[in-house]
């Protein structure tokens, strides 16, 4: 049992590993059907195999949760589940991402004008994400102990699962919000806004309260009413939607958490 932690966390990293081989895979191609005895050609995005990806950072993040609670449940707790957590998650929740951006910046550069003189250069700005996950572990692994109570600056899973939500939204796209993932400005600015959060001084708040009781765990209860309250209303885009209310709420949160009041949680 005791080994049943890592063995979430490897799971973790083997959907990572899942979800980045679908999106790969998601490349445009034209698909030929017939009528009236005529040829007609359409072409054809990947986005059945984008949604698959999304599905494997969902199954991902909730390795990832449980690899925690099974730690804390079981009393284990080792560097190397540690620095173990961290690659994975660089996996599942940076890279997985950075590849969904990348194939969002492709999509909007082709359907521009000049579509045959989009640098590839223009899109690597998505690998940012990854970039800057990667830095945010880094740091987490050295300050652990001054964040048993908050997060410094945005989690890794929460930027991963908000992008991992993309696919969902243009698959189903409630309210045409697909459209939004046709702008590659709107893009650039999401990049940019979760490279920032996620090395910003922000105290984020934990998921998980240290105490079961109404003030200690305000915070997680609001959050997750919120988020019931929205998914009639939104379907997937209330995935996107818990998390912006996520990133008021810790900002909110955030001057209360460096004077030590309103403990939310611990890890």
Excluded at 90 to 102: E, H, K, N, R
Excluded at 169 to 188: D, G, T
Aim: glycine share 6%; aromatic share 12%; with cysteine.
């Amino acid at each position: 049992m005791k080994h049943l932690p890592n063995l979430l966390t490897l799971a973790n990293l083997f959907c990572g590993c899942i979800a980045i081989a679908y999106i790969l895979t998601a490349q445009p191609y034209l698909s030929m059907s017939v009528k009236d005895g005529l040829p007609s050609w359409q072409w054809i995005h990947g986005a059945e195999q984008m949604y698959m990806g999304s599905i494997f950072i969902g199954i991902a993040a909730l390795c990832d949760m449980l690899d925690g609670m099974t730690a804390r449940a079981l009393k284990v707790f080792s560097p190397i589940g540690k620095d173990l957590d961290s690659l994975a998650d660089i996996v599942s929740f940076g890279v997985a991402p950075s590849i969904i951006l990348f194939k969002l910046l492709w999509d909007a550069g082709m359907g521009e004008k000049n579509a045959f003189d989009v640098s590839m250069i223009s899109m690597t700005p998505a690998f940012l994400v990854a970039c800057f996950a990667a830095l945010r572990l880094a740091k987490f692994n050295i300050t652990a102990n001054e964040q048993k109570n908050y997060f410094i600056g945005m989690p890794v899973p929460a930027a991963g699962i908000f992008v991992g939500s993309f696919p969902l939204i243009m698959w189903y796209n409630p309210y045409h919000l697909a459209s939004l993932f046709e702008n590659k400005w709107i893009l650039y600015l999401i990049i940019g806004l979760l490279c920032w959060l996620m090395v910003s001084g922000v105290k984020f708040i934990k998921m998980i309260p240290s105490k079961w009781n109404i003030a200690s765990a305000w915070p997680q209860l609001l959050l997750v009413v919120l988020t019931a309250v929205a998914i009639p209303f939104l379907s997937v885009a209330a995935i996107p939607a818990a998390f912006i209310m996520y990133v008021l709420l810790s900002m909110g949160l955030s001057p209360a958490l460096s004077r030590g009041e309103g403990e939310p949680a611990c890890r």
